[in-house]
């Protein structure tokens, strides 16, 4: 069942720069916050009575039909984008109104663990699930879990504009004003387009990242609230190449358009997709069900064959069938993951940085 909106309507940008006002001032949460430590294993209680509120931005029915089916929990979801999830999380910070959220960005979540709004130390069962990846990126009191990775954005080109030849192959490329105007989708309002930007500063460093991306705007670069329209502009020719999440690049390629893409080989930034609870959710034993339900191979596998766009995914969890990936998509292509610290750490300012110099 849809989650009924109680918070106001914001445009994009001001959602998403709500989102970091708050979060950079939050200190914490209301002493009605829940002792992880305290709880029982998920298969050792009894889930509350009332729906469990899941704010998601991947798989939307999909996973709250299958859950309800599996465990008879009944859900409420708030199906948005992740840059509407954590302006909406912000704007609840002193009530918040979800019990799970599910969303692409390992970074964003970090930033809420530290400000002591994720339900921490509690037993989850299904950790062990986990493959090395994995068990690498789980914070040590399970605050958020990592259930899935994707390319935030691989290098695509429209072939009407640029033949195979001619199109850039290394990040380091996209500076060359023969491939302006950039698309890229804007990482202040799509969540998965901050992992893209948070891996040039840390991989660069801030004087070498706003240098580049810099040089990008000079050039002639298009933001756009979400991977989709990006899509759209590069199938136009709007522009003629873009930094395009990996799914968008797929459908485009499915539906006939004329677009293709690169794969460079030092990688494509990453994307986690990942699970927490929240701090004050009154539903702790139906949340950590949920938790450790996705953490099964049965889920992921059906999560990833019924998920359409959402499926398309490299799981962490071990056994998971992964038939469904299209044939397009590379088996042995490199993912370059920020660290979640350094993203929780440096997201306010990369963000803002971003929003000035488009700005300019």
Request: aromatic content about 6%; overall charge negative; charged content about 20%.
């Amino acid at each position: 069942m849809p989650l009924p909106d109680r918070s106001p309507v914001l445009a994009p940008a001001t959602a998403a720069l709500l989102a970091l006002g708050l979060s950079a001032c939050a200190s914490g949460v209301p002493s009605a916050a829940t002792d992880g430590a305290d709880l029982s294993p998920s298969s050792e209680c009894t889930a509350e009575e009332g729906a469990l509120r899941v704010y998601l931005n991947p798989w939307g029915p999909t996973l709250s039909d299958r859950f309800t089916q599996d465990t008879g929990i009944e859900t409420e979801i708030a199906d948005l984008g992740g840059g509407e999830i954590l302006a909406r999380i912000a704007a609840e910070a002193n009530n918040p109104q979800w019990d799970v959220v599910v969303l692409d960005g390992h970074g964003s979540l970090e930033a809420l663990r530290e400000q002591d709004r994720l339900l921490a130390g509690h037993t989850l069962e299904n950790t062990g699930n986990l493959d090395s990846d994995g068990q690498e990126l789980l914070p040590e009191d399970n605050a958020w879990v990592p259930v899935s990775r994707h390319a935030a954005a691989v290098i695509a080109y429209n072939t009407d504009r640029l033949d195979p030849q001619e199109a850039p192959t290394r990040w380091e490329d996209l500076a060359d004003p023969a491939y302006a105007p950039l698309g890229i989708a804007d990482p202040a309002v799509a969540a998965p387009a901050y992992p893209i930007v948070s891996w040039f500063y840390q991989e660069l460093g801030d004087a070498g990242a706003e240098e580049f991306f810099g040089t990008l705007a000079d050039h002639g670069l298009n933001t756009y609230e979400k991977n989709g329209p990006v899509g759209q502009a590069l199938a136009s020719g709007e522009v003629p190449v873009a930094a395009l999440q990996e799914q968008n690049v797929y459908g485009l390629i499915d539906s006939g358009e004329p677009v293709d893409f690169v794969w460079p080989e030092e990688g494509a930034p990453g994307v986690v997709r990942s699970a927490a609870i929240s701090a004050q959710t009154p539903r702790p034993c139906a949340a950590q069900k949920l938790v450790d339900w996705l953490l099964t191979p049965e889920t992921m596998g059906h999560l990833m064959a019924e998920g359409g766009d959402d499926g398309i995914i490299t799981p962490f969890v071990s056994g998971t069938d992964t038939s469904s990936l299209p044939e397009a998509r590379p088996e042995d292509g490199r993912l370059l993951l920020t660290d979640a610290s350094f993203a929780a750490e440096n997201e306010a300012d990369i963000k803002n940085w971003f929003a000035d110099r488009m700005a300019q």
